[in-house]
């Protein structure tokens, strides 16, 4: 096991933030992993691991903690969603951009290797919607995409001019079973199993034909720990990697779970959501990631979907 590598996980209460630290503490030991979040650290339990109440806008308590800590790598994970950031656009443009600007000035200070996510949402209505290719059109639309392209600007611009080691993925929809997401576009791809199992039943605040790039939660953390382990000379593109994993509507979604719950009903109710959805590719070219670091996908949809009924089965019974 690496001791020398100690990690700062900003977000560590998030959809991603809460698997990545479990994935990293097997990894690199439990006090080798600091969880950085917002909330107090009493509403954290201590038998999880060291953890920080840190807010990334605070430069000045987030130096102190990348310093105490002799952090080696960190990934800054806070940051509102799309659907949450329409709510609240300037706070989501100030929490996901000064959020990366605060750690990018300190890994060229401290020159720790970052990991910062970007999205689907970095796409827009003008981009070739299948199998998006790695540099294509990017003309976003939601506040949340914006500061995604934005991000990945800023970080291709301080490798090119500071040489600091940012990595980043444009994630799909993210599903999984042991962190709940919030206030993105794709949840419905998490919540419909927890409706499927407790009532049969799932409306969809996207309509039937809304088809999304979108990908298991253990593929997601995979591929950010297999780019973040990777030799430098390898990653070739620091904007951030085009990432696939499958593409799937609504429609699609349910009939795969009706294959284990044949009851199994759905509607449709689009809402808001619906606008941001329609803005984004259906599928996504990530050949790119497979020349470069040797980036594959494990989970396709019937895997993804039973992973999820068995794991949700256990939490909802
Ligand atoms: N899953 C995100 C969202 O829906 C996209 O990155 O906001």
């Not at 909330?39 to 806008?57: F, I, R, T």
């Not at 499927?196 to 591929?223: G, Q, V």
């Amino acid at each position: 096991m690496s001791t020398n590598r100690k990690a700062l996980v900003i977000g560590c209460r998030g959809q991603i933030g809460i698997e990545l630290v479990m994935a990293l503490r097997t990894k690199l030991g439990q006090d080798n992993v600091i969880g950085a979040d917002i909330q107090p650290a009493e509403s954290v339990s201590s038998e999880d691991g060291p953890y920080v109440q840190l807010n990334v806008l605070d430069a000045e308590a987030l130096r102190a903690c990348v310093q105490d800590h002799a952090v080696t790598e960190v990934y800054q994970l806070a940051a509102l969603l799309s659907a949450t950031g329409e709510k609240n656009p300037m706070y989501a443009w100030k929490l996901n951009m000064e959020g990366l600007l605060n750690i990018l000035e300190l890994a060229k200070e401290f020159k720790f290797r970052l990991f910062w996510p970007s999205s689907i949402a970095a796409f827009g209505p003008t981009t070739p919607a299948d199998q998006t290719p790695q540099t294509t059109i990017m003309e976003p639309s939601s506040v949340y995409g914006i500061s995604k392209l934005a991000g990945e600007r800023w970080c291709e611009y301080y490798f090119m001019k500071y040489g600091v080691d940012v990595r980043s993925l444009r994630y799909p929809g993210l599903i999984g079973h042991r962190s709940a997401p919030g206030g993105g576009t794709t949840d419905y791809a998490v919540d419909i199993f927890y409706s499927a199992l407790k009532e049969n039943k799932y409306t969809s605040f996207l309509s039937e034909n809304t088809e999304l790039p979108m990908m298991m939660m253990e593929d997601a953390i995979r591929a950010t720990i297999q780019l973040m382990e990777s030799d430098a000379e390898k990653i070739k593109i620091r904007s951030a990697y085009n990432l696939a994993g499958i593409s799937f509507t609504p429609k699609q979604l349910a009939e795969e779970i009706q294959k284990h719950l044949p009851g199994f009903e759905i509607s449709y109710a689009p809402d808001f959501r619906q606008g941001l959805a329609d803005s984004w590719p259906n599928s996504i070219d990530d050949s790119t990631a497979k020349n470069d670091w040797g980036w594959e996908i494990e989970y396709p949809m019937p895997r993804l979907v039973s992973t999820m009924l068995e794991e949700i089965a256990k939490k909802v019974s």
